[in-house]
């Protein structure tokens, strides 16, 4: 065998020692549960880490449910660029209507139905709707349902309170389901996509109903890197009513 070869075949088998040792090291370790082996800049790196048994990464659960929605819309800039993101990324989301923005944005709203988004009433004019007497507050309310229903041709059935402030006893004038939020997004006060995203990473969970405002640059940036990341984490997002459903 001329030398050259020889050399080759000596670096050869000196890789296969090297590989055969570092597998068995390897074996070694991950046999005894008592070492954590992580692979970091490329190379197999061994940490003592006492007792701790080696995990597999976190399941990725696909059918934890959370719900993006949307007050005091629509804007006739930040709505259909949020409508955008979520087309693109095959989201649906809940959209609660303020009726005196209706006027001159029937087109967004006709749009979000086409894409599957839930529409809902915010009241006319952002009342405080336990404040008013009841006859003002079913106004506010059928108004806008009204200038709904002209649009889509269904009459809203969900109603998010403006404040989130409520009476019970209104319950049976408007006919409505109200909805709530669990997670504040503080977004009409942040405005810093930053600041917004990292609120509601921290909080989000499985069933959340997130309150955001598509009235805003940084809410439009900062919902659409929320979708992301959630559903990196393996959520589906769904409107609403299919939140209540189950
Ligand atoms: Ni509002």
Redesign the pocket.
């Known amino acids: 065998m001329k030398l050259k070869y020889k050399i080759w075949l000596f670096a050869l088998l000196c890789a296969a020692d090297v590989f055969l040792l570092t597998a068995m090291v390897r074996t070694a370790a991950l046999s005894s549960g008592h070492v954590h082996v992580s692979a970091e800049e490329g190379e197999w790196r061994l940490e003592n880490t006492g007792n701790q048994t080696i995990q597999p990464e976190p399941d990725r659960k696909v059918d934890r449910c959370i719900a993006l929605t949307f ?2 819309g629509p804007h006739p800039v930040c709505t259909p660029k949020l409508l955008d993101g979520l087309k693109e990324r095959g989201v649906h989301a809940t959209f609660f209507l303020m009726g005196q923005n209706i006027e001159g944005n029937e087109a967004i709203i006709k749009r979000m139905q086409e894409e599957g988004h839930l529409i809902g009433n ?1 009241s006319y004019s ?1 009342v405080q709707l336990s404040k008013a007497g009841t006859g003002a507050v079913c106004r506010a309310v059928d108004d806008t349902s009204r200038l709904i229903e002209e649009i889509t041709g269904e009459r809203p059935r969900y109603l998010r309170p ?2 989130g402030d409520w009476r019970e006893e209104l319950e049976c004038q408007v006919d409505l389901t109200t909805v709530l939020w669990s997670v504040d997004s503080l977004d009409w006060k942040l405005r810093n996509s930053d600041r917004i995203v990292k609120r509601v990473l921290k909080d989000a969970e499985e069933g959340d109903i997130i309150l955001m ?1 598509d009235i805003f640059p940084t809410s439009v940036s900062a919902a659409l890197r929320i979708v992301d990341e959630l559903k990196d984490r393996g959520y589906t997002f769904v409107t609403v009513d299919e939140l209540l459903i189950d």
């Open positions: 007050d005091d915010h952002h403006p404040y405002h």
